[in-house]
């Protein structure tokens, strides 16, 4: 049995026909990326040396990449160990690299670039419309790849979003500059699932950007614009949430806006900035009034 034969073994199971619509789609672009190293390779001949090597490959498009390949990688061989097809899982033996913690935070004007050049052209606009999802809503970008229509609510401006990472639930409102522009994108893709799908269908059928593709094209858009070439779009979450901290929101209500369920995971959002002292001592001079 190969990779791909364990796989489709797999997809076929409870465990995979449980998983959310967008956790199997990023299952399955990530198994075609694992096919594609692996080609005809028997599960049973794997070695730990050939997995380790690949993952090395991998890493040179990127770490995240390589971890989330490993991470489905591993839960198809765990069940191929589980059904007897193997006995072991050499990606198991993997140590997978820490992705460096960044801390990049975009200033408004640049947020308003990036959004008139995408909007400009029809090619960008998916890219920005996820782009300023995020940023508005202080969310993680793959969460807004995958964004269906079942998720907005245009008569109450509202949207639901149960956040892959950790399954947070929240509860969003949608500015009128956002639901002009949702409206306008329902008008042109409403007729199928997602949101913010590539622009042109493949095979017929309009997908999300893939991970990859997502990370591909906005490094693209950036240099275009351009912007500083350290900028990623994943950084427009962090950004949200910074200018929430700096504008005095109380923990909790940006808890309850990011799913945060730790105020130890919003720290790193904390910068010392001039907004944010200068806030801090204006109300402590106000109150001395």
Not at 119 to 131: C, H
Request: with cysteine.
């Amino acid at each position: 049995m190969d990779l791909k034969r364990l796989a489709e073994d797999y997809k076929n199971s409870l465990e995979y026909r449980e998983l959310r619509d967008e956790t199997k789609v990023h299952y399955d672009y990530m198994l075609r990326c694992l096919f594609t190293s692996f080609k005809k390779s028997s599960v049973k001949s794997l070695t730990s040396k050939q997995c380790k090597l690949a993952y090395d490959k991998w890493c040179e498009r990127g770490i995240s990449f390589a971890n989330h390949i490993v991470a489905v990688a591993n839960v198809v061989m765990n069940y191929g160990v589980r059904m007897e097809h193997v006995d072991t899982n050499p990606f198991a033996t993997i140590k997978k690299r820490s992705v460096k913690s960044r801390s990049v935070v975009w200033q408004p004007d640049d947020v308003r670039k990036l959004l008139d050049y995408a909007y400009s052209d029809f090619k960008w606009r998916n890219i920005g419309l996820i782009a300023q999802m995020a940023y508005e809503w202080c969310q993680r970008i793959g969460d807004m790849r995958v964004l269906t229509w079942d998720a907005i609510d245009f008569d109450k401006q509202r949207c639901y979003i149960q956040q892959s990472k950790r399954r947070a639930e929240v509860f969003l409102p949608i500015s009128d500059e956002l639901t002009e522009m949702l409206t306008q994108q329902e008008q042109d893709f409403g007729f199928q699932k997602y949101v913010a799908p590539r622009p042109n269908p493949i095979n017929g059928k309009y997908i999300p950007y893939s991970m990859y593709k997502m990370s591909l094209y906005s490094k693209q858009l950036i240099r275009l614009i351009p912007l500083p070439e350290d900028f990623r779009l994943s950084d427009l979450r962090r950004t949200g949430t910074t200018e929430m901290v700096e504008a005095g929101v109380g923990m909790a209500q940006i808890m309850s806006v990011t799913g945060h369920a730790n105020p130890q995971s919003v720290k790193p959002y904390i910068k010392n900035t001039y907004d944010s002292a200068n806030y801090a001592l204006t109300a402590r001079r106000n109150r001395d009034i």
